[in-house]
């Protein structure tokens, strides 16, 4: 039988009370310092800087030598294969000044950290008050609305952190976006739709009123096949790299689907016929244009 997130932590403690000395198990409070030094975070460039980001719950605190650790129990992803109901052991500096980061037991807090080895066979990630950690109440709309908008991947498998699967695009959003002058790179995100997120080399995110939106239509006669194998119903020209796949037959195809226009944007119309074809070519569910 699988275990339930609070029947894996309360075994865990069980472990753990036999492990550290009643001396070692502490309330931990430290002292303040005005020492710490690192550039402003933002949730993007703490998410671009860490190898796992998750939201957790901090169940028991410890410190040796100059580390303060906390076991904690993990209640969402957002990046690294962590899975909630996971325990893992969270490791700062003592020191606010050496930018060492005190969490209240039981509260919620939302962690960009590093992978750091394991302890007693669990991930361990180190953290600093340099990242945007902080409690889950006080993150924004935004803040949370990105978030939960994250591809999720542990190895080759990957999900939206709000639990939908990727969108299938026909071409790379970041190939169709506008140019974004103050940006060191592209990354393409599939959850939610083809979006072109712009970063700069510190991990900021830069041009976010560039992301690309398909021009609207009146009419079918405003759509036309467009792309390198036409694979792309859009009101404009579409520029693609020049590859045919075999799901792309499929809208050459006048009796499977025509490009038209829906709800003021373009796109394939979603027949049967069209899903049949595109599931025979393994491709999955179409999409329109890209935006």
């Given at each position: ?161 709000d639990g939908t699967l990727p969108v299938r695009c026909f071409v790379n959003p970041c190939d169709v976006a506008p140019l974004c002058d103050d940006a060191a790179r592209c990354e393409a995100n599939y959850c939610g739709g083809c979006n072109a997120e712009f970063y700069d080399a510190s991990g900021y ?8 939106e398909p021009p609207g239509c009146a009419s079918d006669v405003d759509c036309f096949q467009t792309g390198c194998s036409g694979q792309v119903c859009a009101a404009q020209d579409v520029i693609t790299t020049c590859e045919f796949r075999e799901e792309y037959a499929c809208y050459q195809d006048a009796a ?36």
């Amino acid at each position: 039988m699988r275990l339930n997130r609070w029947d894996k932590a309360r075994r865990w403690l069980g472990r753990a009370a036999a492990i550290f000395s009643p001396g070692v198990v502490l309330g931990l409070h430290p002292s303040v310092a005005e020492a710490c030094s690192c550039l402003p975070s933002t949730v993007e460039s703490s998410y671009n800087s860490s190898s796992d980001v998750v939201t957790l719950m901090p169940l028991l605190g410890y410190c040796t030598a100059n580390e303060q650790h906390y076991v904690a129990l993990v209640t969402d992803t957002f990046k690294g294969c962590s899975t909630p109901g996971d325990i893992v052991v969270l490791t700062t500096a003592t020191d606010s000044a050496a930018c060492g980061m005190e969490l209240e037991l039981g509260d919620e807090y939302l962690i960009n950290g590093a992978g750091a080895g394991s302890f007693l066979g669990l991930p361990k990630l180190s953290f600093s008050l340099c990242g945007h950690n902080r409690p889950t109440r006080d993150l924004t709309d935004p803040e949370q609305a990105f978030l939960e908008g994250c591809s999720v991947c542990c190895g080759d498998e990957c999900e939206c952190a709000d639990g939908t699967l990727p969108v299938r695009c026909f071409v790379n959003p970041c190939d169709v976006a506008p140019l974004c002058d103050d940006a060191a790179r592209c990354e393409a995100n599939y959850c939610g739709g083809c979006n072109a997120e712009f970063y700069d080399a510190s991990g900021y995110a830069v041009c976010q009123s560039q992301s690309p939106e398909p021009p609207g239509c009146a009419s079918d006669v405003d759509c036309f096949q467009t792309g390198c194998s036409g694979q792309v119903c859009a009101a404009q020209d579409v520029i693609t790299t020049c590859e045919f796949r075999e799901e792309y037959a499929c809208y050459q195809d006048a009796a499977l689907t025509t490009c038209g226009c829906n709800a003021s944007q373009c796109g394939f119309a979603a027949t049967d016929e069209l899903a049949a074809c595109l599931e025979a070519a393994g491709a999955g569910t179409a999409v329109g244009a890209p935006p």
